[in-house]
């Protein structure tokens, strides 16, 4: 005999594949939503629905978007000489958030790790490359994965994919993070802060 | 008596992945207590203070907690960066050759310290060296050796008799070499030329300051190369990830 009803446990099964949710989170959610009106499940639904019908990759950045090419690449007061590469979607929100970039932006969707098997070719670098040759406008591609191994190996395999092109690749900087502490600071970024100290003006 | 609550060990990072919101679950070698597989919290944070002393090949020295599921490293410091295999990407790329290595021939709690000396050795010697050919063959075969695979290259497996200096069969199954009598009955044992034999020999043998003093012919070198990678291969009974990641990198830099 079954105790609870089939649709519930679907939901539950669903809910618990997805990340960080455990059987116990997932037949909370499941309860919370049949406990609560029918429309707040529907609204849901057709989010749920929607995310896959209406979003998109953009063609020229592959940034996550609703229209081809994206509110990005189709503005025309970015600057189309620099290239930001990022490893994800969030990344290009995080630096969208400093204001202070004007550029366009390219997303890789991984960084290369080799244990895992992801290489290069599992990675949107290719069309990066092909991105930059087809114009003759793009002067800069500024590499901003994590700065971590392998991001960094991902930033010397795509600088060494423009080696001997007019474009110039360069990496963002590293330094010390705002709220950090020096006593904490491992020695690799605390000589890359040294290194790329500016004087205070 | 309790379980002790703490714990101070050295440790390699060999590989991590991302957990939950900002945590980090690494695998690493440590030289008391084997491999491990220990929870990173809050490291993908800017703010976090571990961060920068867990980045992968880095030989740290942690306090960790033992927790239910993973033990939880508590404090991180960094004893060797290993800068050079950071700074360039042939390096990093048999950086991870080596952590797959050791990765994969050991399994977790198996304690084996003079393993942690050779990896903790091979990764200081790989971030300084211009040439590296030696040092990998000298890892791959002392690994083997460390780990209970160390092929027999004196004798042969057969007849028990020592080696003629002669073109000589090694054989993967068996583990070692075979006498061209017992070499050529044997179907899949291949035949190994006599300085590939010299340089196993050599380097399974002597410490490494007399094998990086080793001149070898580029015929050779790719010989031994081909013989240890597939005979790791057998052993592992999987490809080697990371191994496609080099050959790319070989194939590109030659075009």
């Known amino acids: 005999m079954q105790l609870t009803p089939a649709p519930v446990t679907k939901l539950i099964e669903e809910f618990s594949r997805l ?69 994800e979607p969030l990344d290009v929100i995080a630096i969208e958030r400093t204001r202070d970039y004007h550029g366009l932006y390219h997303v890789l969707h991984g960084v290369i790790a080799p244990v895992e098997g992801i290489g290069p070719e599992d990675l949107r670098i290719a069309e990066l490359l092909q991105r930059v040759r087809a114009s003759d406008k793009v002067r800069e591609v500024i590499i901003a994965t994590n700065p971590n191994l392998e991001g960094e190996a991902t930033a010397m395999y795509i600088a060494r994919q423009f080696q001997g092109s007019k474009v110039k690749t360069t990496r963002l900087a590293r330094g010390l993070p705002v709220g950090g502490d020096l006593e904490y600071a491992d020695e690799i970024t605390l000589s890359r802060a040294l290194s790329g100290r500016s004087e205070i003006s | ?74 404090q991180a410091e960094t004893l060797q960066a290993y800068r050079g295999l950071r700074e360039d990407l042939e390096k990093t790329s048999q950086a991870y050759y080596l952590a797959e290595l050791v990765d994969s021939f050991t399994e ?121 990678l597939s005979y790791i291969t057998f052993l592992l009974e999987h490809r080697l990830k990371s191994v496609d990641f080099i050959r790319r990198l070989q194939r590109e830099s030659h075009d």
């Open chain 1, 19 to 87: 990340p960080g949710i455990g059987p116990k989170t997932a037949s909370r959610l499941t309860f919370y939503l049949l406990r609560n009106p029918a429309d707040r499940a529907k609204v849901l639904a057709e989010a749920l629905q929607q995310l896959h019908a209406k979003v998109t990759f953009c063609s020229q950045c592959f940034n996550i978007t609703e229209n081809n090419p994206c509110a990005v690449c189709s503005n025309e007061h970015r600057d189309p000489s620099i290239i930001c590469v990022v490893e």
């Open chain 2, 108 to 228: 977790e709690r198996d304690v084996n310290a003079p393993l942690f000396e050779l990896l903790a050795f091979t990764l200081a010697r790989l971030s300084h060296l211009a040439d590296i050919f030696l040092l990998l063959r000298y890892f791959e075969l002392h690994i083997l050796s460390l780990t209970g695979f160390q092929p027999q290259l004196h004798f042969c497996l057969v007849c028990n008799q020592p080696l003629a200096p002669t073109e000589n069969y090694f054989h993967f199954g068996d583990g070692g070499m075979l006498c061209p009598e017992h070499g050529q009955a044997r179907p899949h044992a291949k035949m190994i030329p006599l300085p590939v034999l010299k340089v196993l020999r050599f380097l399974q043998t002597q410490p490494w300051e007399k094998v990086a003093d080793l001149q070898l012919n580029p015929q050779t070198c790719q010989h031994v190369e081909a013989l240890l």
């Open chain 2, 1 to 74: 008596m309790s379980r002790e609550r703490l714990y101070h060990t050295d440790a390699i990072i060999l590989r991590r992945t991302d957990f939950g919101e900002a945590d980090r679950l690494l695998t690493v070698f440590t030289p008391q207590r084997g491999k491990l597989r220990l929870m990173a919290k809050g490291v993908r944070k800017t703010t976090s203070r571990k961060a920068g002393h867990i980045e992968l090949f880095m030989l740290t020295n942690m306090l960790v907690a033992c927790g239910h599921t993973w033990d939880v490293i508590s």
